[in-house]
């Protein structure tokens, strides 16, 4: 079996009536790499998959497959096999049927296809269904019957669109171990689109982040949940809602580096590798990410930098506990990524496309005094400070109740600083 790179060149997708659904892509995917384009819905991210598989054309820029330009390839001819959302199979013929059709329309030799399909089927685990129709079987057996028939004919590069969205929870799990073993054990190229986090950190090698058509981020799972490029990217993969503050950035007798959030400071030292980035902003305002296992419960008298405030609820996941605390500072809505550029596509200074608006935009949202402003009873919308609720993950069991005064502990190294334009201060380069 062989496999394909994929390289984007600029590939930009413009609907009739002038709707930008891929904005100047650049990316590339390595040989027998599984690589996971995630977003949220109406990203463009199943569009770029149309146009990988020739079912959609490329308004401008470039499709490379192995090393060939394939902008005018028909979709016949680009050895490239594509999983849907639904299924997409042939009612009227068996499962045998559905999994044989590729290889018959290829003219194979029957004997071969008749083993092939009998291999195949005992991997998927749908060996007793053979001799059904879909219409017979479960949401599962007939994701496993399109998986099977599209890996039956040995492409060189396979394109998932969403598979698994359609299956309860627990199919979703099975059948995501099941397509990571088998993609990994054949080594073809695949790229899967979901809009699920747990299945991008799971599955894939790298992950690329779409929002409105824009590439946000790119790069391993762990790269991406640690050290994300953009606000945006850091909110979109947090399980729980994660905790965006407005901070100003002070260093008082150069001594340390101070965000200040009016009624909470805390300190970072200068030997913390963002020191001098984050200085660089001294005098201005920042956003500063926590996700809720970033602080923890502690008593009172504990050193280190901590929050603290009014236990305003708690909630029950089964596995863990959440509270809310209510702190006093004004919470702050990700950036809008179509109009920021992620880092590394700007001017190089942080200033993306649209940064004089994102910045207006922000500043009015955030508070511009050394004091916030609390507006608790204000709505959630644009123009208005959201209620600061931190949300601190508890574990199994609660520390607190609700209406309690609660403090946590803040892990300096989970902190994530944004500029407002929502990309990602970086430490300078050596």
């Not at 981020?217 to 993969?237: E, K, M, R």
């Not at 009624?263 to 030997?271: E, G, N, V």
């Not at 942080?350 to 511009?368: E, Q, Y």
Request: net charge neutral.
């Amino acid at each position: 079996m062989t496999m394909s790179t994929v390289v984007l060149d600029s590939v930009t997708k413009v609907y009739p009536g002038g709707h930008l659904a891929v904005d100047r892509m650049s990316l590339r995917a390595e040989e027998g790499e599984l690589l996971v384009l995630l977003g949220p819905s109406g990203c463009g991210k199943s569009t770029l998959l149309r146009m990988i598989a020739g079912l959609e054309e490329i308004t401008s820029g470039d499709l490379y497959l192995d090393g060939r330009i394939a902008n005018d390839l028909a979709p016949r001819d680009r050895d490239v096999a594509m999983v849907f959302q639904n299924g997409a199979l042939y009612p009227h013929r068996t499962v045998r049927g559905n999994l044989s059709f590729p290889l018959e329309i290829a003219k194979a030799d029957p004997a071969m296809v008749r083993e092939r399909v009998v291999e195949l089927s005992r991997a998927l685990h749908i060996d007793e269904t053979l001799d059904r129709r879909p219409g017979t079987l479960s949401g599962g057996q007939r994701q496993r019957v399109a998986m099977g028939r599209a890996i039956v004919r040995q492409p060189s590069l396979f394109l998932m669109d969403e598979p698994l969205s359609n299956l309860d929870a627990g199919m979703r799990t099975e059948l995501r171990m099941e397509i990571s073993s088998l993609v990994r054990a054949l080594g073809v190229t695949t790229i899967y689109v979901t809009h699920d986090q747990v299945e991008a950190l799971t599955l894939a090698d790298r992950i690329a982040i779409m929002n409105r058509g824009v590439l946000q981020d790119v790069g391993t799972p762990g790269q991406i949940y640690n050290d994300p490029a953009t606000a945006f990217v850091a909110a979109f993969l947090s399980s729980q809602q994660l905790n965006l503050l407005s901070a100003t950035v002070r260093t008082p007798q150069n001594q340390y580096i101070l965000l200040d959030f009016g009624l909470h400071q805390i300190t970072m030292p200068w030997t913390d590798p963002r020191a001098y980035a984050v200085s660089q902003h001294t005098g201005s305002q920042i956003i500063v990410g926590i996700r809720p296992d970033g602080l923890t419960p502690v008593g009172e008298g504990t050193d280190g930098p901590f929050f603290s405030g009014r236990v305003r609820t708690l909630e029950y996941h089964g596995h863990e506990w959440l509270a809310y605390l209510e702190v006093g500072i004004p919470a702050v809505p990700a950036p809008e990524p179509d109009l920021i550029k992620p880092q590394g596509t700007g001017d190089g200074n942080g200033n993306g496309a649209g940064g004089g608006l994102i910045r207006s935009m922000m500043r009015r949202l955030m508070s511009t005094g050394d004091e916030p402003v609390e507006r608790q009873d204000a709505p959630s919308g644009s123009g208005h400070h959201r209620r600061a609720d931190l949300v601190v993950r508890l574990g199994s069991r609660p520390v607190w109740r609700a209406g309690e005064h609660g403090r946590v502990a803040v892990d300096l190294s989970r902190l994530m600083l944004f500029t407002l334009e929502g990309n990602r201060i970086d430490p300078p380069r050596r």
